[in-house]
C-alpha cells in the first residue's frame, strides 16, 4: 500500500488548515464588505447534497448568491480565473435550490463574485463584480 511518509502528511494537512483559514478569513471580509454596501446577508455556508453557497444575500428585491473566492497571492492567477462557466450553472442551481427550501419568491436572482487577495504585507484587496451568467 502506497502511504505518505508522516512528515508530508503533516504538511499536507498543515496546509489545508492555513488554507482553509484563510478561506473563511475571506468570506468574513467579503460579508462585511456586503454588509457595507447596503446588502443584508441572510445566510452563510449554506449546504445541500449538490454543493455549498459561500454568501446568499439581499440587494434591494433582489437575491444574490455570492461565490467568494480567495487568494494570499495571484501566483497561481486571480481569483476570478476560478470561476468557470460549470461553476456558475452549479450556483444558478444551487440557488434555486435554496430558494424552494427557504420557501422564498425574490423578484429575481443573480450571481455575484466576491475576490480576495490577502497578501503577506500590505492591504487585503476586495473585488466584487456583480451579475455573472
Known amino acids: 500500500m502506497n502511504q505518505l511518509p508522516d512528515d ?8 489545508s488548515r492555513a488554507q482553509q483559514a484563510l478561506g473563511r478569513y475571506g468570506e468574513s471580509v467579503a460579508a462585511r464588505h456586503l454588509v457595507d454596501d447596503g446588502f443584508v446577508v441572510l445566510e452563510r455556508n449554506w449546504r445541500c447534497h449538490d454543493g455549498e ?10 437575491l444574490v448568491i455570492c461565490e467568494v473566492k480567495t487568494r494570499s497571492n495571484l ?16 450556483l444558478e442551481r444551487l440557488g ?3 430558494i424552494r427550501v427557504r420557501g422564498m419568491r425574490p423578484k429575481s436572482m443573480r450571481i455575484d463574485i ?6 503577506s504585507h ?11 451568467s
Not at 54 to 62: C, F, H, L
Not at 114 to 119: A, E, G
Not at 122 to 132: A, D, K, Q
Open 53 to 62: 453557497i459561500d454568501i446568499v444575500a439581499q440587494d434591494g428585491d433582489v
Open 114 to 119: 466576491v475576490s480576495i487577495v490577502r497578501p
Open 8 to 15: 508530508l502528511r503533516q504538511v499536507r494537512l498543515e496546509r
Open 96 to 98: 434555486f435550490a435554496w
Open 75 to 90: 501566483n497561481h492567477g486571480s481569483p476570478f480565473e476560478a470561476i468557470t462557466q460549470r461553476k456558475l450553472h452549479r
Open 122 to 132: 500590505g492591504r487585503t484587496i476586495i473585488e466584487h463584480v456583480r451579475g455573472l
